[in-house]
């Protein structure tokens, strides 16, 4: 699964300061270097490798930003950020396994970092360890309960799981902390049609188009939430609707033919 970026910042918060620097001694012989001066020589090479690593991974430059977050840590391994930024670039990579363990390192560095748990469990949900990546999400809700980006990728691995209705209530909350959540809402309606809900699919679909008229999945869905409840003049549109925005759409056209074969067939 690749997803937009999103939340890098956090990278830089919760426990992103730079360590702190050692004390000043009281009295430093003039030719000698002193600690306090080594220290901040090696914070400022470190802010330096994170600052290139953060522009790296922005530009979607991922195998560089890995590099750059390994210099990181070379500078120091127990720098959560650089631990956390390097499993986020490696999970783009699709190096599930080593975004997994530097994920891991990072969580264990900082166990208040709520993106490190929530990338923790999208990479493990990609890997095949769908149960596991939930524990995951659990860790970073209760960090943050109104991360409507957490409640989102706990939907997405309980309807990998089948667990449905688990799923849906947590497209529900993810919507509700984010209303203007367009791939939410786009979620929520399809998990809602899968159970047979379709007034809530159909509602779901409406909020898609509210947010963005242009989408493709939007109005094919609302089509086909409309055919079900056999509105069919208002699928047709909706059908319509999504192959002027895709005309390579056949199952759009397939639907607006099978509508009027029954239209025909009532007549």
Do not use: C
């Not at 426990?15 to 012989?29: F, K």
């Not at 950020?81 to 990579?93: D, M, R, S, T």
């Not at 397939?254 to 025909?264: F, L």
């Amino acid at each position: 699964m690749k997803l937009a970026q999103f939340g890098l910042s956090l990278l830089l918060t919760t426990a992103a300061s730079l360590p702190t620097t050692l004390a000043a001694p009281t009295a430093i012989a003039a030719t000698s270097v002193s600690p306090f001066t080594a220290a901040l020589a090696q914070n400022k090479t470190l802010e330096a490798k994170m600052d290139e690593a953060m522009a790296a991974l922005n530009a979607g430059r991922y195998a560089e930003s890995v590099a750059a977050f390994e210099a990181a840590i070379a500078l120091n391994d127990t720098y959560a950020p650089a631990h956390i930024g390097k499993g986020y670039a490696l999970y783009h990579l699709e190096r599930y396994d080593e975004a997994i363990a530097a994920l891991q390192r990072g969580t264990e560095l900082d166990s208040t970092h709520e993106f490190a748990w929530m990338w923790l469990g999208i990479t493990l949900d990609d890997a095949g360890r769908p149960q596991e990546a939930l524990a995951q999400y659990a860790q970073a809700i209760a960090l943050n309960p109104e991360n409507a980006k957490v409640w989102f990728h706990q939907g997405i691995t309980l309807q990998r799981l089948e667990r449905y209705q688990e799923a849906l209530l947590s497209y529900d909350k993810a919507v509700a902390l984010q209303p203007n959540f367009e791939r939410g809402w786009l979620s929520r309606g399809r998990m809602a049609g899968h159970l047979g809900q379709l007034e809530k699919a159909l509602q779901s679909f409406e909020q898609v188009l509210a947010l963005n008229s242009q989408n493709v999945d939007g109005w094919y869905y609302k089509g086909l939430m409309l055919m079900l409840l056999e509105r069919d003049q208002d699928a047709i549109v909706a059908f319509e609707r999504s192959l002027a925005l895709n005309p390579n759409l056949a199952e759009a056209q397939e639907k607006i033919d099978a509508i009027r074969q029954r239209q025909q067939a009532r007549n």
